[in-house]
């Protein structure tokens, strides 16, 4: 019943002003979780037998029983934006069966929307008389994991009234321990789509989304050459794309950052442009710094040396954009600047205030999306 | 994850001849919940400090911990089929970590497919060759229930291949305390068209799948209104639909299989095919005998007398199907036959050993499905 989270956001943020909100992720018309004022967030959970109960969103809060059997816990202000969130019982890890629960944390887990103003979340909020694209599940059996398997792609508004034109294709990855579905109900990937494309901020564009988590027969990762040998043919194929590099971008968040990066400067020939949320380039070691940044050679050598000239990699990739959210830290901001002192263009982008989570994702697909395929 | 449900379906299957198979619903690749060879299913949790755990699929089972904090419990043998369960602890409800969650009994819930032989699954089956259709998830705002919903819509194999082709529409309910999801997730509505439509036994079609709970701003039920004045329009605006009545169907399950009756009986011009699976038809008080299907004049006045003229109903109806598993009674095969005493053509469907369950309604919709459009 996740279509109802745009709607419950949408009455969220009506009410955001005053005192106690419902998370937009709560079921049905469920009061609890509520979002107070200061972004402070009430559980609230049945379970009058229990002996403790314990909340976890970010760190871990024991709840407290009244006489009814509720158990309840407010936490401190959190961040505006998407959060996972469990209950533990006796080491055990569960769901709060009150909310809808999102594929992360390598489940379906339980989650809390903490809504900002309307104005600042109008952008992945559905608008009467914006023209609608579709997002399609579908089925696909990959050679390279010998499974079959389920991808989701979106198709903008008008694709299938204009059965003569042909879209440039973004693929997009959601982050470790989620799937396929994260960057439609954690992400509003469609919407964000949706409204840029309406308002002329963005190119009508075709997005494809697989599961990051992809192993052959063999137990090893299969993920590269699944999307590369089994996913991008299937989609050129059924799909009405522009199947060349110049029209053919790839991006991803943490993990799939890392995929997204792999992807793009490993297959010079398929990609062109290229984003990064919340994830870094790994040059020698897994680090930044200092690694293989700082050493002029591993650096030249890094993806079969694809940024040992410059101005190649200047005139060839059309965009390489790095984003975070504010309250990651700035390592992100540093390896934009050190791809820079290096020569290597690209474009940086900070989420105001927001953490490793979705709403730092959701701006940073606005951001990216408007500069792709122009 | 749900996508590799069916990949864990083909492994199940195809070791379903062996002592224990994890079920297909498991995430990734946990070996629990795991079926016998008798069919009675194993679980297993891992809770070190839990003083009790409950397992509850259908009735209650006491689960038991052993010496590194994992708590077990084999139940008696299931009938074969998709079965809802959950855990309990201290009086709260929840969900097995373990396993894919699908939308049922209100909330994303746990769930565990005891497989039944490859042979018998196979309508139901990914098959490699079999040109496939297409899912759509469509975000909708209903003005009948003034808020935005999703609906799924699946399109058949050539759909987009045949720009100039038109379908007609099969308008899909699931049942109580589910979702748009369960025809898909739980029901493989898009296997089974897609496998029917490969061997010639179903004419190409739409199926439009909405949530069946919808209420007004009033607080009412919305859902006549949502779907006839919302979804219907959209849908023929949308698609490529056949528009008339003699091109529209409606079927439903249990709670669905109602509301399925209430639209295909309760709006003549909008139907004339029609099928519930596992539920009745209201006439009277909520029972199928006595109520009004002893009192000819209740029997003649429902739905504004639809059954007054049998012979009137016969030749505008094309098909009223009544489908249910043999596990569940007889009730409905009695319905039928009243529904054939007083000279309404149907057709009786039970399915073998099934129980209220999607393993039933899988069976139903093959049936159904190869007896419309023609």
Redesign the interface.
């Known amino acids: ?4 989270l ?2 419950g956001l ?1 009455l969220s943020l009506t009410g955001a002003v005053f005192a106690q909100v419902p998370s937009p992720t709560n ?2 018309r469920n009061p609890y979780p509520q979002v107070g004022a200061d972004r402070s967030v009430t559980f609230r ?7 403790a ?1 314990t909340l976890s969103l970010g760190k871990d809060y024991p709840m407290v029983k009244d006489e009814k ?1 509720f158990w309840t816990v407010t936490t401190e202000p959190q961040v505006e934006g998407f959060h996972y969130y469990s ?1 533990k ?7 709060d ?2 909310v ?2 999102y ?1 992360g944390t ?3 887990c339980s989650a809390v929307e903490v809504p900002e103003d309307a104005e600042a979340s109008a952008f992945y909020t ?1 608008r ?1 008389g914006v023209p ?1 694209g ?8 990959s050679k390279a994991c010998g ?5 989701y792609v979106y198709t903008p508004a008008g694709y ?1 009234q204009n ?1 003569d034109k042909r879209y440039p294709v973004l693929y997009l990855q959601h982050g470790g321990g989620e ?2 579905t994260g960057w ?1 109900y954690q992400g509003f990937a ?2 964000i789509l949706d409204n840029l494309v309406a308002e002329g901020k963005a190119v009508p564009m075709i997005i494809v989304m697989v ?1 990051g ?1 992809a192993r052959g027969a063999d137990g090893n990762d299969a993920f590269e050459a699944m999307v590369t040998e089994d996913v991008i043919p299937l989609v050129d194929k ?1 799909f009405r794309t522009i199947s060349d590099r110049d029209h053919r971008a790839v991006a991803g968040l943490s993990w799939g950052a890392k995929q997204a990066y792999d992807l793009g400067l490993g297959y010079r020939d398929l990609f062109s442009w290229i984003g990064g949320f919340s994830g870094i380039i790994v040059i020698g070691e897994f680090r930044v710094r200092p690694a293989g940044y700082e050493d002029p050679e591993k650096f030249a050598a890094a993806y079969d040396g694809i940024f040992s000239d410059p101005d190649w990699f200047n005139r060839n990739y059309h965009l390489l954009f790095i984003g975070n959210g504010e309250a990651e830290g700035a390592h992100l901001q540093g390896m934009s600047n050190l791809l820079k002192e290096r020569g290597i263009n690209n474009v940086f982008y900070q989420s105001p205030r927001t953490a490793h989570e979705w709403l730092t994702w959701r701006r940073c697909l606005k951001e990216f999306a408007q500069r792709l395929f122009k």
Chains 1, 2 share one sequence.
């Open positions: 019943m996740r279509k109802t745009v709607t949408l079921l049905g959970v049945n379970a009058p037998d229990a002996t109960l059997g209950l019982v006796g080491g055990l890890t569960f769901n069966p009150s809808h629960s594929f390598g489940r379906d559905p009467q609608q579709a997002v399609r599940s579908v089925r696909y059996y499974e079959y398997r389920r991808m299938e059965p799937d396929e439609i469609d919407v599961s988590v059924r």
